[in-house]
């Protein structure tokens, strides 16, 4: 098969987790026969720094073009410090996903049998749990007006959502939880937005078309408690963008380290594989950050853009084989610190010499 892909590394630690991926893509590609061609484009800092815009035009027409985009991170302190900075790179995120109509985020929250005793959480809390966090990712607060008063000293950032747009991902949550364990998991506060209630009352007039689905309608506060508390309570979780945003930083660590967790955004155009943490600038450039975030990307990139389940499943069993023996990085284990490149290319030859 053709595979053309869009490569967009972006700042920080993206450009070298981004690269351990490729290796393992390659590896995949090459014992599967698949004609893989790259296209890389810049964004984030790296391209405000190059053509004043996080997210150019020529940018975004490489992505349109391609069949799925392998995206790294983006994000600079020199931007987190200076709020009056009026260009920054995470708008260019913002408006990829705006742009390429990436409606739901998909971020699959699973444990590592070898990886237990890394969690924060009590190993009987966290063993099989294994659960589907559906972020709604182009509407809300993230792209309501916002603004500031003349004199600068009001601010506001409104959160707005259509039924057309409620629709769409809740659709997507009934049928994910149809996929898996039929239980959904609605989290809003209802109790207090408008924006919410809507959510809830659409989601109320949608449930009975899924009779098999178990609904389960959750105030985003105890959504944050009971995923400490239970983890296994859930299988799928939708929710707005903001509540995703949150609430999915805090399931990343009960797997033990951040940067396990993939994710796939998908809409009305190309797919985007990206890993949930961010750019890690203390890390950049050092050969040190985890890119099994980012591996496992592309793990998804096979799956969901191509529908090829095999190259998915050879990637996560060289991914569980590494945990296992423990060749990992120093956010999983000190005493180890395996460079970043090490584990890329130890990746791809489990893939080359096991399939
Ligand atoms: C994420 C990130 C982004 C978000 C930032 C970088 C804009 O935190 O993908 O979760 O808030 O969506
Ligand atoms: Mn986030």
């Not at 931007?79 to 009056?84: E, I, K, L, S």
């Not at 509407?139 to 057309?164: H, L, P, Q």
């Not at 809409?267 to 594989?273: K, M, P, R």
């Not at 990637?315 to 460079?339: C, G, M, P, Y």
Request: proline residues 5%; glycine residues 8%.
């Amino acid at each position: 098969m053709k595979l053309n892909i869009a490569v967009l590394a972006g700042d920080g630690i993206g450009p070298e987790v981004v690269a351990q991926a490729i290796k393992v893509i390659n590896a995949v590609g090459e014992k599967k026969g698949h004609q893989i061609s790259y296209q890389e484009a810049i964004t984030g800092a790296a391209a405000i720094d190059e053509v004043g815009d996080p997210y150019p035009e020529a940018t975004h027409k490489i992505c349109m073009e391609a069949d799925a985009v392998l995206f790294g991170a983006i994000g600079h302190p020199k931007f987190d410090n200076d709020p009056t900075a009026k260009v920054r790179p995470e708008q260019g995120l913002l408006r990829m996903r705006k742009q390429l109509g990436l409606y739901a985020n998909l971020r699959p929250v699973e444990t590592f049998p070898s990886l237990l005793h890394k969690s924060p959480l009590r190993r009987d809390l966290v063993e099989g749990a294994d659960f589907m966090c559906i972020r709604e990712l182009t509407g809300g607060i993230y792209f309501g007006e916002k603004g500031r008063s003349e004199d600068g000293n009001t601010a506001f950032d409104n959160c707005v959502y259509t039924r057309e747009e409620i629709e769409r991902i809740l659709k997507l949550g009934f049928e994910y939880a149809m996929k898996r364990r039929k239980k959904l998991t609605v989290v809003d506060k209802a109790n207090v937005l408008e924006t919410s209630r809507l959510w809830r009352q659409i989601a109320q007039e949608m449930a009975p078309d899924y009779p098999e689905v178990e609904t389960q309608y959750m105030f985003v506060d105890n959504a944050a408690m009971q995923i400490i508390q239970w983890p296994k309570n859930f299988d799928v979780m939708v929710t707005e963008n903001m509540f995703g945003d949150i609430l999915t930083d805090e399931a990343s660590v009960i797997t033990g380290s951040m940067g396990l967790l993939p994710s796939a955004s998908i809409g009305l155009h190309t797919s985007v594989f990206e890993p949930i943490h961010g750019s890690y600038p203390q890390a950049a450039g050092k050969d040190i950050a985890n890119p099994i975030a980012t591996v496992l990307s592309a793990a998804m990139l096979f799956e969901y853009a191509f529908d090829l389940k095999e190259e998915g499943q050879m990637i996560r069993k060289a991914v569980s084989a590494s945990l296992d023996e423990n060749f990992v990085t120093e956010d999983i284990d000190k005493s180890q610190a395996k460079k970043t490149s090490e584990v890329g290319d130890w990746l791809a030859a489990y893939i080359k010499k096991n399939n």
